[in-house]
Protein backbone atom coordinates (compact mmCIF):
# COMPACT_ATOMS: atom_id res chain seq x y z
CA UNK A 1 0.00 0.00 0.00
CA UNK A 2 1.86 3.37 -1.20
CA UNK A 3 0.71 6.48 1.01
CA UNK A 4 0.87 9.96 -0.53
CA UNK A 5 4.02 10.94 2.11
CA UNK A 6 5.63 7.99 0.68
CA UNK A 7 5.57 9.24 -2.97
CA UNK A 8 9.04 10.81 -3.71
CA UNK A 9 10.24 12.60 -7.12
CA UNK A 10 13.07 10.75 -8.54
CA UNK A 11 15.81 12.89 -10.71
CA UNK A 12 16.24 11.41 -14.18
CA UNK A 13 19.69 10.11 -15.04
CA UNK A 14 20.20 13.58 -16.97
CA UNK A 15 19.10 15.89 -13.90
CA UNK A 16 21.87 13.72 -11.81
CA UNK A 17 24.82 13.65 -13.76
CA UNK A 18 23.77 17.90 -14.21
CA UNK A 19 23.87 17.97 -10.66
CA UNK A 20 26.82 16.47 -9.90
CA UNK A 21 28.83 17.85 -12.51
CA UNK A 22 27.28 21.56 -12.48
CA UNK A 23 29.15 23.77 -15.40
CA UNK A 24 32.54 25.86 -14.11
CA UNK A 25 32.67 29.32 -13.69
CA UNK A 26 29.52 29.90 -11.87
CA UNK A 27 29.10 31.89 -8.91
CA UNK A 28 26.29 33.00 -6.44
CA UNK A 29 25.49 35.64 -8.36
CA UNK A 30 24.89 32.96 -10.94
CA UNK A 31 22.08 31.64 -8.52
CA UNK A 32 20.80 35.00 -8.16
CA UNK A 33 20.16 34.91 -11.87
CA UNK A 34 19.01 30.93 -12.31
CA UNK A 35 16.24 31.76 -9.83
CA UNK A 36 14.58 34.92 -10.85
CA UNK A 37 14.54 33.68 -14.57
CA UNK A 38 13.19 30.34 -13.07
CA UNK A 39 10.58 31.86 -11.41
CA UNK A 40 9.19 34.06 -14.41
CA UNK A 41 11.38 37.22 -14.19
CA UNK A 42 12.52 38.59 -17.68
CA UNK A 43 13.73 41.95 -17.25
CA UNK A 44 15.86 43.42 -14.35
CA UNK A 45 16.25 47.09 -13.21
CA UNK A 46 19.38 48.51 -11.04
CA UNK A 47 22.64 50.40 -10.88
CA UNK A 48 25.97 48.23 -10.66
CA UNK A 49 28.30 49.16 -7.91
CA UNK A 50 31.45 47.44 -6.38
CA UNK A 51 29.70 45.10 -4.22
CA UNK A 52 26.91 43.71 -6.46
CA UNK A 53 29.59 43.22 -9.59
CA UNK A 54 28.41 39.50 -8.86
CA UNK A 55 24.77 39.84 -9.68
CA UNK A 56 25.55 41.92 -12.99
CA UNK A 57 28.25 39.56 -14.41
CA UNK A 58 25.97 37.10 -13.67
CA UNK A 59 23.00 38.71 -15.67
CA UNK A 60 25.86 39.09 -18.83
CA UNK A 61 26.80 35.94 -19.08
CA UNK A 62 23.62 33.93 -17.65
CA UNK A 63 21.50 35.77 -20.70
CA UNK A 64 17.80 35.32 -20.11
CA UNK A 65 17.21 38.46 -18.09
CA UNK A 66 16.98 41.76 -19.83
CA UNK A 67 18.91 44.29 -17.87
CA UNK A 68 17.30 47.56 -18.02
CA UNK A 69 20.15 50.55 -15.97
CA UNK A 70 18.93 53.74 -14.53
CA UNK A 71 21.33 56.60 -13.20
CA UNK A 72 20.48 56.56 -10.12
CA UNK A 73 19.07 54.28 -7.76
CA UNK A 74 15.91 56.00 -6.67
CA UNK A 75 15.13 56.13 -10.28
CA UNK A 76 16.03 53.06 -10.89
CA UNK A 77 13.53 51.64 -8.31
CA UNK A 78 10.60 54.21 -9.52
CA UNK A 79 11.13 51.79 -12.99
CA UNK A 80 10.80 49.07 -11.38
CA UNK A 81 7.75 49.92 -9.55
CA UNK A 82 5.89 51.03 -12.69
CA UNK A 83 6.83 48.12 -14.33
CA UNK A 84 5.34 45.73 -11.72
CA UNK A 85 2.19 48.18 -11.83
CA UNK A 86 1.49 47.80 -15.16
CA UNK A 87 2.52 44.15 -15.66
CA UNK A 88 1.06 42.85 -12.51
CA UNK A 89 4.51 40.97 -12.62
CA UNK A 90 7.61 40.77 -9.86
CA UNK A 91 10.14 43.67 -10.81
CA UNK A 92 13.71 42.40 -9.75
CA UNK A 93 15.96 45.58 -8.78
CA UNK A 94 19.88 45.10 -8.48
CA UNK A 95 22.02 47.76 -6.17
CA UNK A 96 24.91 47.66 -4.19
CA UNK A 97 25.28 47.99 -0.72
CA UNK A 98 25.16 50.87 1.99
CA UNK A 99 24.60 54.07 -0.36
CA UNK A 100 23.55 52.01 -3.52
CA UNK A 101 20.52 50.62 -1.32
CA UNK A 102 19.69 53.07 0.62
CA UNK A 103 18.97 55.34 -2.01
CA UNK A 104 16.04 53.16 -2.85
CA UNK A 105 14.41 53.95 0.02
CA UNK A 106 11.96 56.62 -1.63
CA UNK A 107 11.02 54.44 -4.14
CA UNK A 108 10.02 51.74 -2.54
CA UNK A 109 8.27 53.29 0.00
CA UNK A 110 6.01 54.26 -3.08
CA UNK A 111 5.99 50.90 -3.97
CA UNK A 112 4.83 49.77 -0.63
CA UNK A 113 1.75 52.30 -0.81
CA UNK A 114 0.71 51.39 -4.29
CA UNK A 115 0.95 47.93 -3.38
CA UNK A 116 3.59 47.36 -6.38
CA UNK A 117 5.77 44.15 -6.60
CA UNK A 118 9.16 44.92 -6.74
CA UNK A 119 11.83 42.70 -5.55
CA UNK A 120 15.06 44.41 -4.41
CA UNK A 121 18.74 42.27 -4.74
CA UNK A 122 21.41 44.12 -2.40
CA UNK A 123 24.66 42.89 -1.59
CA UNK A 124 26.47 43.60 1.54
CA UNK A 125 29.97 43.74 2.84
CA UNK A 126 31.62 40.08 3.16
CA UNK A 127 30.29 37.77 5.78
CA UNK A 128 32.96 38.89 7.78
CA UNK A 129 31.83 42.10 8.36
CA UNK A 130 28.09 41.39 9.06
CA UNK A 131 26.95 41.64 12.59
CA UNK A 132 28.21 45.06 13.59
CA UNK A 133 31.75 44.59 13.82
CA UNK A 134 32.83 47.44 12.56
CA UNK A 135 35.72 46.20 10.16
CA UNK A 136 35.66 49.30 8.11
CA UNK A 137 34.58 47.47 4.74
CA UNK A 138 33.38 50.29 2.47
CA UNK A 139 29.51 50.73 2.66
CA UNK A 140 29.63 49.17 5.77
CA UNK A 141 26.48 49.61 7.82
CA UNK A 142 25.65 48.26 11.24
CA UNK A 143 22.44 46.88 10.00
CA UNK A 144 21.65 47.31 6.15
CA UNK A 145 18.57 45.02 6.92
CA UNK A 146 16.89 47.74 9.64
CA UNK A 147 16.92 50.61 7.19
CA UNK A 148 14.33 48.47 5.21
CA UNK A 149 11.64 46.73 8.00
CA UNK A 150 9.49 49.78 7.99
CA UNK A 151 8.96 50.35 4.13
CA UNK A 152 8.73 46.99 2.64
CA UNK A 153 6.88 43.97 2.74
CA UNK A 154 9.32 41.39 3.94
CA UNK A 155 13.06 40.95 4.10
CA UNK A 156 15.56 37.74 3.67
CA UNK A 157 19.06 37.47 4.62
CA UNK A 158 20.90 35.36 2.60
CA UNK A 159 24.35 34.50 4.43
CA UNK A 160 25.60 30.95 2.36
CA UNK A 161 24.76 30.49 -1.33
CA UNK A 162 22.59 27.28 -0.19
CA UNK A 163 20.18 29.67 1.15
CA UNK A 164 19.60 31.88 -2.14
CA UNK A 165 16.89 29.46 -3.92
CA UNK A 166 14.75 29.03 -1.17
CA UNK A 167 15.49 33.48 -0.37
CA UNK A 168 14.38 34.21 -3.41
CA UNK A 169 11.80 32.34 -3.86
CA UNK A 170 10.15 33.28 -0.33
CA UNK A 171 10.49 36.80 -1.61
CA UNK A 172 8.60 36.71 -5.10
CA UNK A 173 5.87 34.59 -3.07
CA UNK A 174 6.14 37.67 -0.86
CA UNK A 175 5.76 40.00 -3.33
CA UNK A 176 2.81 38.62 -5.11
CA UNK A 177 0.79 37.83 -2.07
CA UNK A 178 -1.73 40.26 -2.03
CA UNK A 179 -1.22 43.10 -0.85
CA UNK A 180 1.48 43.30 -3.28
CA UNK A 181 4.40 45.39 -2.03
CA UNK A 182 8.11 45.26 -2.35
CA UNK A 183 10.46 42.80 -0.51
CA UNK A 184 14.00 43.05 -0.18
CA UNK A 185 16.88 40.44 -0.18
CA UNK A 186 20.36 41.17 0.70
CA UNK A 187 23.47 38.72 0.18
CA UNK A 188 27.39 39.76 0.87
CA UNK A 189 29.83 40.09 -1.83
CA UNK A 190 31.54 36.95 -0.89
CA UNK A 191 28.67 34.84 -1.47
CA UNK A 192 28.06 36.46 -4.58
CA UNK A 193 31.65 36.29 -5.60
CA UNK A 194 32.76 32.63 -4.61
CA UNK A 195 32.37 29.70 -6.83
CA UNK A 196 28.89 27.88 -6.71
CA UNK A 197 29.22 24.43 -6.47
CA UNK A 198 25.28 24.14 -6.13
CA UNK A 199 23.97 22.43 -9.86
CA UNK A 200 21.97 24.83 -12.47
CA UNK A 201 18.88 25.80 -10.83
CA UNK A 202 15.37 24.86 -13.20
CA UNK A 203 12.40 26.74 -13.20
CA UNK A 204 10.68 26.45 -9.57
CA UNK A 205 7.28 27.73 -8.74
CA UNK A 206 6.45 29.94 -5.66
CA UNK A 207 2.84 30.27 -5.18
CA UNK A 208 1.55 33.48 -3.61
CA UNK A 209 -1.45 33.04 -0.83
CA UNK A 210 -5.27 33.83 -2.19
CA UNK A 211 -7.10 36.03 0.26
CA UNK A 212 -11.07 35.04 0.11
CA UNK A 213 -13.20 36.95 2.59
CA UNK A 214 -14.99 35.30 5.68
CA UNK A 215 -18.55 34.11 4.14
CA UNK A 216 -19.90 35.14 7.30
CA UNK A 217 -19.02 38.71 7.02
CA UNK A 218 -19.94 38.54 3.25
CA UNK A 219 -23.07 37.53 4.13
CA UNK A 220 -24.17 40.65 6.60
CA UNK A 221 -22.04 42.78 3.96
CA UNK A 222 -24.99 41.56 1.11
CA UNK A 223 -27.75 41.63 3.63
CA UNK A 224 -26.88 46.01 4.16
CA UNK A 225 -26.74 46.18 0.92
CA UNK A 226 -29.77 44.56 -0.39
CA UNK A 227 -31.67 46.98 2.46
CA UNK A 228 -30.23 49.81 2.43
CA UNK A 229 -31.95 53.41 1.23
CA UNK A 230 -28.61 55.49 -0.25
CA UNK A 231 -25.75 53.23 -0.65
CA UNK A 232 -23.00 54.29 -2.96
CA UNK A 233 -19.47 52.65 -3.36
CA UNK A 234 -15.99 54.26 -2.76
CA UNK A 235 -13.51 52.19 -5.60
CA UNK A 236 -9.83 52.06 -4.05
CA UNK A 237 -6.53 51.05 -5.98
CA UNK A 238 -7.16 47.37 -4.27
CA UNK A 239 -9.93 46.96 -7.25
CA UNK A 240 -7.52 47.85 -10.02
CA UNK A 241 -4.54 45.48 -8.65
CA UNK A 242 -7.07 42.69 -8.01
CA UNK A 243 -8.78 43.42 -12.11
CA UNK A 244 -12.06 43.29 -10.48
CA UNK A 245 -13.69 46.50 -12.29
CA UNK A 246 -16.08 44.18 -14.19
CA UNK A 247 -17.50 42.79 -10.70
CA UNK A 248 -17.13 46.01 -9.30
CA UNK A 249 -19.52 47.34 -12.24
CA UNK A 250 -21.76 44.77 -12.03
CA UNK A 251 -22.28 44.84 -8.64
CA UNK A 252 -22.98 48.50 -8.43
CA UNK A 253 -25.79 48.31 -11.05
CA UNK A 254 -27.47 45.18 -9.25
CA UNK A 255 -28.18 47.54 -6.09
CA UNK A 256 -27.88 51.15 -8.07
CA UNK A 257 -24.76 52.48 -5.97
CA UNK A 258 -23.39 55.49 -7.32
CA UNK A 259 -19.72 55.26 -7.08
CA UNK A 260 -16.75 57.23 -6.76
CA UNK A 261 -12.72 56.71 -7.84
CA UNK A 262 -10.34 56.86 -5.76
CA UNK A 263 -7.18 58.76 -7.18
CA UNK A 264 -5.35 55.67 -7.18
CA UNK A 265 -8.65 53.64 -8.18
CA UNK A 266 -9.07 55.78 -11.43
CA UNK A 267 -10.54 53.40 -14.61
CA UNK A 268 -12.00 51.46 -11.36
CA UNK A 269 -15.47 52.34 -12.68
CA UNK A 270 -16.55 53.98 -16.32
CA UNK A 271 -16.34 57.79 -16.10
CA UNK A 272 -19.08 58.55 -17.93
CA UNK A 273 -21.51 55.71 -16.52
CA UNK A 274 -24.73 57.02 -14.90
CA UNK A 275 -24.10 56.22 -11.60
CA UNK A 276 -20.28 57.86 -11.55
CA UNK A 277 -19.31 60.48 -9.36
CA UNK A 278 -15.84 59.83 -11.32
CA UNK A 279 -12.75 61.18 -8.88
CA UNK A 280 -14.35 64.42 -7.30
CA UNK A 281 -12.89 63.19 -3.83
CA UNK A 282 -11.61 66.93 -2.62
CA UNK A 283 -14.86 68.87 -3.32
CA UNK A 284 -16.97 69.19 -1.02
CA UNK A 285 -20.31 68.23 -2.56
CA UNK A 286 -19.31 64.51 -3.33
CA UNK A 287 -18.11 64.56 0.32
CA UNK A 288 -21.27 65.44 1.42
CA UNK A 289 -23.26 62.73 -0.87
CA UNK A 290 -20.78 59.85 0.32
CA UNK A 291 -21.69 61.18 4.11
CA UNK A 292 -25.14 60.98 3.30
CA UNK A 293 -25.22 57.35 2.40
CA UNK A 294 -26.75 54.95 4.86
CA UNK A 295 -24.26 52.25 3.41
CA UNK A 296 -20.90 53.14 2.25
CA UNK A 297 -18.86 49.74 0.71
CA UNK A 298 -15.38 50.74 0.50
CA UNK A 299 -13.46 48.09 -2.00
CA UNK A 300 -10.08 48.59 -1.89
CA UNK A 301 -8.44 51.73 0.03
CA UNK A 302 -7.59 52.72 3.32
CA UNK A 303 -9.96 56.19 3.24
CA UNK A 304 -6.51 57.70 3.94
CA UNK A 305 -5.96 61.64 3.50
CA UNK A 306 -6.36 61.92 -0.23
CA UNK A 307 -9.86 59.67 -0.02
CA UNK A 308 -11.34 61.64 2.63
CA UNK A 309 -10.98 65.17 1.82
CA UNK A 310 -7.87 65.24 3.92
CA UNK A 311 -9.69 63.67 7.28
CA UNK A 312 -12.54 65.84 6.57
CA UNK A 313 -15.08 62.81 5.70
CA UNK A 314 -16.96 62.19 8.55
CA UNK A 315 -19.80 59.68 7.26
CA UNK A 316 -22.64 58.78 9.06
CA UNK A 317 -23.86 55.40 7.62
CA UNK A 318 -22.74 51.84 8.09
CA UNK A 319 -19.60 51.56 6.32
CA UNK A 320 -18.44 48.10 4.71
CA UNK A 321 -14.68 48.17 4.24
CA UNK A 322 -13.38 45.39 2.24
CA UNK A 323 -9.52 46.00 2.15
CA UNK A 324 -6.17 43.52 1.35
CA UNK A 325 -4.03 45.13 3.89
CA UNK A 326 -4.91 44.63 7.29
CA UNK A 327 -3.54 47.30 8.76
CA UNK A 328 -5.78 49.42 7.26
CA UNK A 329 -9.28 47.80 8.08
CA UNK A 330 -10.63 50.26 10.22
CA UNK A 331 -8.18 52.40 10.54
CA UNK A 332 -9.37 55.38 9.49
CA UNK A 333 -13.37 55.09 10.43
CA UNK A 334 -15.43 51.68 12.00
CA UNK A 335 -16.81 49.27 9.51
CA UNK A 336 -17.64 45.57 8.87
CA UNK A 337 -14.03 45.20 7.93
CA UNK A 338 -13.45 42.18 5.37
CA UNK A 339 -10.06 40.98 5.04
CA UNK A 340 -9.84 40.18 1.37
CA UNK A 341 -8.95 40.39 -2.01
CA UNK A 342 -11.04 42.68 -3.83
CA UNK A 343 -12.05 40.56 -6.22
CA UNK A 344 -12.84 37.54 -4.33
CA UNK A 345 -14.70 39.73 -2.01
CA UNK A 346 -16.71 40.94 -4.84
CA UNK A 347 -17.69 37.90 -6.31
CA UNK A 348 -19.05 36.86 -3.16
CA UNK A 349 -21.11 39.96 -3.20
CA UNK A 350 -22.41 39.38 -6.76
CA UNK A 351 -23.23 35.84 -5.21
CA UNK A 352 -25.53 36.77 -2.52
CA UNK A 353 -26.15 39.98 -2.50
CA UNK A 354 -30.06 40.35 -3.08
CA UNK A 355 -31.13 42.76 -6.35
CA UNK A 356 -31.98 46.65 -5.61
CA UNK A 357 -33.74 49.28 -7.44
CA UNK A 358 -33.45 52.91 -7.40
CA UNK A 359 -34.52 54.84 -10.92
CA UNK A 360 -33.47 58.37 -8.92
CA UNK A 361 -30.02 57.64 -8.27
CA UNK A 362 -28.73 58.68 -11.72
CA UNK A 363 -30.30 61.96 -11.18
CA UNK A 364 -28.70 62.79 -7.60
CA UNK A 365 -25.35 61.73 -9.31
CA UNK A 366 -26.12 64.12 -12.14
CA UNK A 367 -27.13 67.07 -9.58
CA UNK A 368 -23.49 66.32 -7.52
CA UNK A 369 -21.36 66.73 -10.59
CA UNK A 370 -23.25 69.92 -12.14
CA UNK A 371 -22.51 70.92 -8.39
CA UNK A 372 -19.04 70.50 -8.55
CA UNK A 373 -18.86 72.09 -12.51
CA UNK A 374 -20.53 75.11 -11.02
CA UNK A 375 -18.17 75.33 -8.25
CA UNK A 376 -15.22 74.92 -11.08
CA UNK A 377 -17.09 77.43 -13.80
CA UNK A 378 -17.27 80.39 -10.48
CA UNK A 379 -13.00 80.14 -10.48
CA UNK A 380 -10.81 81.20 -12.98
CA UNK A 381 -9.07 78.19 -14.09
CA UNK A 382 -9.63 77.73 -17.80
CA UNK A 383 -5.92 77.80 -18.59
CA UNK A 384 -5.22 74.63 -16.41
CA UNK A 385 -8.84 72.63 -17.57
CA UNK A 386 -7.64 73.50 -20.93
CA UNK A 387 -3.90 71.96 -20.91
CA UNK A 388 -5.13 68.98 -19.14
CA UNK A 389 -7.95 68.80 -21.74
CA UNK A 390 -4.94 69.23 -24.36
CA UNK A 391 -3.20 65.85 -23.02
CA UNK A 392 -6.15 63.85 -22.75
CA UNK A 393 -6.57 64.87 -26.39
CA UNK A 394 -3.36 63.68 -27.41
CA UNK A 395 -2.76 60.41 -25.24
CA UNK A 396 -3.45 57.52 -27.29
CA UNK A 397 -6.06 55.31 -25.89
CA UNK A 398 -3.84 52.06 -24.79
CA UNK A 399 -1.32 54.56 -23.71
CA UNK A 400 -0.21 54.52 -19.71
CA UNK A 401 0.79 58.08 -18.41
CA UNK A 402 2.89 58.70 -15.37
CA UNK A 403 2.72 62.19 -13.51
CA UNK A 404 5.04 63.90 -10.56
CA UNK A 405 3.72 65.76 -7.81
CA UNK A 406 3.06 68.72 -10.09
CA UNK A 407 0.01 70.85 -10.31
CA UNK A 408 -1.51 69.20 -13.56
CA UNK A 409 -1.48 65.95 -11.81
CA UNK A 410 -3.74 67.41 -8.90
CA UNK A 411 -5.99 68.57 -11.20
CA UNK A 412 -5.44 65.10 -13.25
CA UNK A 413 -6.67 62.98 -9.84
CA UNK A 414 -9.54 64.45 -10.00
CA UNK A 415 -10.58 65.28 -13.71
CA UNK A 416 -8.58 62.51 -15.50
CA UNK A 417 -11.51 60.05 -17.17
CA UNK A 418 -9.43 56.93 -16.47
CA UNK A 419 -6.33 55.10 -15.42
CA UNK A 420 -3.31 56.94 -14.45
CA UNK A 421 -0.03 56.60 -12.56
CA UNK A 422 1.59 59.09 -9.71
CA UNK A 423 3.54 58.92 -6.71
CA UNK A 424 0.49 60.13 -4.65
CA UNK A 425 1.18 57.06 -2.16
CA UNK A 426 4.34 58.34 -0.64
CA UNK A 427 4.39 61.80 -2.61
CA UNK A 428 8.14 62.27 -3.49
CA UNK A 429 9.26 64.35 -6.43
CA UNK A 430 10.86 63.04 -9.52
CA UNK A 431 8.53 59.65 -9.66
CA UNK A 432 7.33 60.39 -13.44
CA UNK A 433 10.17 59.88 -16.31
CA UNK A 434 11.72 57.05 -14.25
CA UNK A 435 8.57 55.15 -14.06
CA UNK A 436 7.27 55.86 -17.30
CA UNK A 437 10.95 54.29 -18.30
CA UNK A 438 9.80 51.54 -16.62
CA UNK A 439 6.41 51.49 -18.40
CA UNK A 440 8.22 51.24 -21.82
CA UNK A 441 10.26 48.10 -20.70
CA UNK A 442 7.27 46.28 -20.19
CA UNK A 443 5.61 47.07 -23.60
CA UNK A 444 8.18 48.70 -26.47
CA UNK A 445 5.34 49.11 -29.10
CA UNK A 446 3.27 51.60 -26.90
CA UNK A 447 3.60 55.15 -26.24
CA UNK A 448 4.00 56.50 -23.00
CA UNK A 449 3.54 59.66 -21.31
CA UNK A 450 5.35 61.35 -18.27
CA UNK A 451 4.37 64.55 -16.59
CA UNK A 452 6.17 66.66 -14.35
CA UNK A 453 6.63 70.06 -13.40
CA UNK A 454 9.97 71.45 -13.66
CA UNK A 455 10.95 71.29 -9.78
CA UNK A 456 10.24 67.68 -10.32
CA UNK A 457 11.67 67.20 -13.65
CA UNK A 458 15.18 68.34 -12.10
CA UNK A 459 15.34 65.14 -9.84
CA UNK A 460 15.38 63.25 -13.20
CA UNK A 461 17.01 64.92 -16.20
CA UNK A 462 19.94 62.36 -15.69
CA UNK A 463 17.46 59.83 -17.29
CA UNK A 464 17.43 61.54 -20.70
CA UNK A 465 20.76 59.32 -21.06
CA UNK A 466 18.96 56.27 -19.91
CA UNK A 467 15.94 57.14 -22.25
CA UNK A 468 18.51 57.36 -25.41
CA UNK A 469 20.13 54.72 -24.57
CA UNK A 470 17.47 52.26 -24.66
CA UNK A 471 15.45 54.13 -27.10
CA UNK A 472 12.48 54.06 -24.69
CA UNK A 473 9.06 55.42 -26.64
CA UNK A 474 8.58 57.81 -23.54
CA UNK A 475 7.26 61.36 -23.87
CA UNK A 476 7.88 63.66 -21.25
CA UNK A 477 5.93 66.91 -20.45
CA UNK A 478 7.50 69.25 -18.33
CA UNK A 479 5.56 72.30 -17.10
CA UNK A 480 8.01 74.94 -16.09
CA UNK A 481 6.24 77.31 -13.81
CA UNK A 482 9.93 78.61 -12.60
CA UNK A 483 9.07 76.73 -9.26
CA UNK A 484 7.40 74.53 -6.83
CA UNK A 485 4.08 75.51 -8.37
CA UNK A 486 1.86 74.12 -5.95
CA UNK A 487 3.95 74.25 -2.39
CA UNK A 488 4.22 78.12 -3.90
CA UNK A 489 0.42 77.94 -3.58
CA UNK A 490 -0.16 76.77 -0.74
CA UNK A 491 2.42 79.28 1.08
CA UNK A 492 1.07 81.53 -0.28
CA UNK A 493 -2.61 80.86 0.55
CA UNK A 494 -1.58 79.90 4.37
CA UNK A 495 1.15 82.80 5.31
CA UNK A 496 0.48 85.20 2.07
CA UNK A 497 4.63 85.02 1.09
CA UNK A 498 6.82 82.23 -0.18
CA UNK A 499 10.21 80.96 0.87
CA UNK A 500 12.45 78.60 -1.09
CA UNK A 501 9.45 77.83 -4.16
CA UNK A 502 11.17 79.42 -6.63
CA UNK A 503 13.78 77.69 -8.88
CA UNK A 504 16.51 78.51 -11.15
CA UNK A 505 16.11 76.47 -14.29
CA UNK A 506 18.07 75.32 -17.02
CA UNK A 507 17.02 75.55 -20.80
CA UNK A 508 15.09 72.31 -20.93
CA UNK A 509 14.80 71.80 -24.57
CA UNK A 510 18.41 72.64 -24.95
CA UNK A 511 19.19 70.35 -22.55
CA UNK A 512 17.35 67.33 -23.74
CA UNK A 513 18.96 67.86 -27.39
CA UNK A 514 22.04 67.99 -25.65
CA UNK A 515 21.51 64.35 -24.93
CA UNK A 516 20.23 63.92 -28.40
CA UNK A 517 16.48 63.54 -27.06
CA UNK A 518 14.41 65.63 -30.01
CA UNK A 519 12.35 68.71 -28.02
CA UNK A 520 10.46 71.38 -28.46
CA UNK A 521 9.13 74.27 -26.72
CA UNK A 522 4.93 74.69 -27.01
CA UNK A 523 1.78 76.78 -26.01
CA UNK A 524 -1.22 76.03 -24.48
CA UNK A 525 -2.80 76.67 -27.96
CA UNK A 526 -0.10 74.71 -29.58
CA UNK A 527 0.04 71.78 -26.92
CA UNK A 528 -2.71 69.46 -28.72
CA UNK A 529 -0.80 69.21 -31.49
CA UNK A 530 3.20 69.38 -30.49
CA UNK A 531 1.99 66.55 -27.91
CA UNK A 532 0.44 64.47 -30.65
CA UNK A 533 3.41 64.43 -32.98
CA UNK A 534 5.81 63.35 -30.13
CA UNK A 535 3.80 60.62 -28.41
CA UNK A 536 3.39 59.40 -32.33
CA UNK A 537 7.10 59.80 -32.76
CA UNK A 538 9.35 56.89 -32.09
CA UNK A 539 11.88 56.97 -29.06
CA UNK A 540 12.27 59.49 -26.69
CA UNK A 541 10.90 62.88 -26.76
CA UNK A 542 10.73 66.24 -24.71
CA UNK A 543 7.78 69.24 -24.87
CA UNK A 544 8.49 71.81 -22.80
CA UNK A 545 5.32 74.00 -21.61
CA UNK A 546 6.46 77.61 -19.91
CA UNK A 547 2.62 78.16 -18.19
CA UNK A 548 1.64 79.12 -14.46
CA UNK A 549 -1.24 76.49 -13.52
CA UNK A 550 -3.85 77.36 -10.60
CA UNK A 551 -5.35 74.54 -8.63
CA UNK A 552 -9.50 74.80 -7.81
CA UNK A 553 -10.18 75.61 -4.12
CA UNK A 554 -10.01 73.59 -1.17
CA UNK A 555 -13.15 72.67 0.22
CA UNK A 556 -11.70 71.39 2.99
CA UNK A 557 -10.00 74.29 4.99
CA UNK A 558 -10.90 77.72 4.17
CA UNK A 559 -7.72 79.05 6.08
CA UNK A 560 -5.60 77.07 3.30
CA UNK A 561 -4.50 73.81 1.94
CA UNK A 562 -1.75 71.55 3.58
CA UNK A 563 1.14 70.22 1.93
CA UNK A 564 0.99 66.63 0.50
Known sequence: MTHDHDLVLRPTPRQTEAALNPPPGRTGGD????????????????????????????????????????????????????????????????????????????????????????????????????????????????????????????????RTQSQIPSAIAAAWESALSVPHGPVYVEIPQDVLLAPASLPVLTPVDAFPHELAPTPELTAVAADLLARAERPAIIAGGGVIRADAAGKLRALAEKVSAPVVCTFGGKGAFPWEHPLSLQSWLEDRHVTEFLEDADVLLVVGSGLGELSSNYHTFTPRGRIIQIEADVGKLESNHPALGIHADARLALQALLETTGERTDAGAPDRVAQVLAAVRSRLDGQELALAQAVLSAVRAALPPRSPSFWDMTILAYWAWSAWPGPMHSAQGAGGLGYAFPAALGAAAADPTTPVLAVSGDGGALYSLAELATAKQETANVTWLIVDDGGYGILREYMTDAYGATEGTELTGPDFVALAESFGVPAVRTSPEALRDDLTAALAAPGPNVVVLPARLRMFAPTHDPGGRPAV
Open 31 to 158: LVVEALAGLGASTVFGLPGQHALGLFDALRRCGPLRYVGLRTEQNAGFAADAYGRVTGEVAPLFVSTGPGALMTLPALQEAAAASAPVLVVASQVPVAGLGGGRRGYLHELPDQQAAFRGVVKSVHAV
